[in-house]
């Protein structure tokens, strides 16, 4: 009798704790953010609706990417825009656009083609080959070549014979001028284009040849920009280590003794380099709501592109007027919000107004 009494008190008390904590728990998703102290502050509106009294001072429409996963890191494609709520410092703001994974992606597909590469020229052309054919029919591509030159192999295009055509014309080169690329696919390409848009390079992320760029003023480009970027990072640091101890002068002292000069490392091979490198694709990926994928092997790199191919046809696009004036040159803090439970949210984090150009 005490053993069921007992029995019957544990159920009950599981019950309750299990019924509090349901209470407790928050009925949607959040994106987290580095930077954002901000509390958000939800408006009486649905998000759809016109906000009466609000007057709309700036007309730049600013593009927040979203990818969205549940918590075994399946990507999430049936959300509505009335589950959406987007935050900017704290308070809401009204979503104005509103993409889902139907709508079609413009990709400028970026390699890396310079001679630090780990990876055969054939292995990237078919890496990169077989990952236009997972983007749906819709979807464009521009593939962008670079080394100390940066090429523009085709432009945007869902032809993929052409595509294929551009992909095989590809030829390794030296040097390596990634901020220079990327300040171009950046400005001078993505920019005009609208819609969803999203970079995928493949690249060990140093630079050795882009003359008046810097990894801060090129993450500037990135935070006014409204596109996804996917880093598909591979390291080279032993291969270069390797090769300077190869190509290292050799001289004999007065004994006749052979000898390796020891000389200063260069641009590109120094241990800082490399972690600027990474810190840079880090930095990237997460302010755009992106992902950085490191490879080591042919099998790696084929299943990073087919992963982000994926995470592409699962993916939103928010759009919003900000509701106040915007200075240029300041940084806005954003957060989305998602009215369903246990979910993973990667979304972009800052907003930084362009300067008027002088």
């Known amino acids: 009798m005490r053993y069921l009494l007992l029995t019957s008190m544990i159920v009950i008390a599981s019950a309750a704790a299990a019924l509090s904590q349901s209470a407790h728990k928050k009925p949607y998703s959040e994106s987290t953010s580095r930077y954002d102290t901000y509390t958000p502050k939800e408006s009486a509106s649905d998000g759809t609706d016109d906000k009466d009294g609000v007057i709309r001072v700036n007309t730049d429409l600013v593009m927040v990417p979203v990818r969205v996963m549940s918590k075994k890191g399946r990507p999430v494609g049936d959300l509505t825009q009335k589950e959406f709520r987007i935050f900017e410092n704290g308070e809401e703001q009204e979503i104005a656009y509103f993409a889902t994974e139907e709508s079609p992606v413009?990709?400028?597909?970026?390699?890396?083609?310079?001679?630090?590469?780990?990876?055969?020229?054939?292995?990237?052309?078919?890496?990169?080959?077989?990952?236009?054919?997972?983007?749906?029919?819709?979807?464009?591509?521009?593939?962008?070549?670079?080394?100390?030159?940066?090429?523009?192999?085709?432009?945007?295009?869902?032809?993929?014979?052409?595509?294929?055509?551009?992909?095989?014309?590809?030829?390794?080169?030296?040097?390596?001028?990634?901020?220079?690329?990327?300040?171009?696919?950046?400005?001078?390409?993505?920019?005009?284009?609208?819609?969803?848009?999203?970079?995928?390079?493949?690249?060990?992320?140093?630079?050795?040849?882009?003359?008046?760029?810097?990894?801060?003023?090129?993450?500037?480009?990135?935070?006014?920009?409204?596109?996804?970027?996917?880093?598909?990072?591979?390291?080279?640091?032993?291969?270069?280590?390797?090769?300077?101890?190869?190509?290292?002068?050799?001289?004999y002292d007065e004994d006749d003794r052979k000898y390796v000069v020891d000389t200063p490392q260069g641009r590109g091979e120094r241990p800082e380099d490399y972690a600027e490198a990474a810190e840079f694709l880090r930095e990237a990926a997460t302010r755009t709501g992106g992902r950085v994928y490191k490879v080591r092997s042919t099998t790696n790199l084929s299943s990073a592109f087919a992963q982000i191919a994926d995470e592409l046809r699962k993916s939103y696009t928010l759009g919003y007027y900000p509701s106040q004036d915007r200075s240029p040159g300041q940084r806005y803090y954003l957060r989305v919000r998602i009215y369903r439970p246990d979910l993973i949210i990667r979304a972009r984090e800052t907003y930084l107004r362009p300067k008027v150009a002088e």
């Open 106 to 251: 413009t990709v400028a597909l970026m390699l890396d083609l310079s001679y630090s590469t780990v990876f055969k020229l054939p292995e990237i052309q078919a890496a990169a080959k077989a990952f236009i054919e997972l983007l749906k029919p819709d979807d464009k591509v521009m593939v962008v070549a670079f080394d100390e030159r940066v090429r523009i192999l085709c432009q945007a295009t869902n032809d993929r014979r052409a595509l294929r055509y551009a992909i095989e014309a590809a030829r390794v080169g030296s040097g390596t001028k990634f901020y220079g690329a990327m300040d171009q696919v950046l400005n001078d390409q993505l920019a005009k284009i609208e819609g969803r848009k999203a970079i995928v390079v493949l690249t060990d992320g140093v630079d050795t040849a882009s003359t008046g760029m810097t990894a801060g003023s090129v993450l500037r480009d990135v935070e006014e920009s409204d596109v996804l970027i996917y880093p598909i990072q591979y390291d080279t640091y032993d291969d270069v280590q390797r090769n300077r101890r190869k190509d290292a002068e050799v001289r």
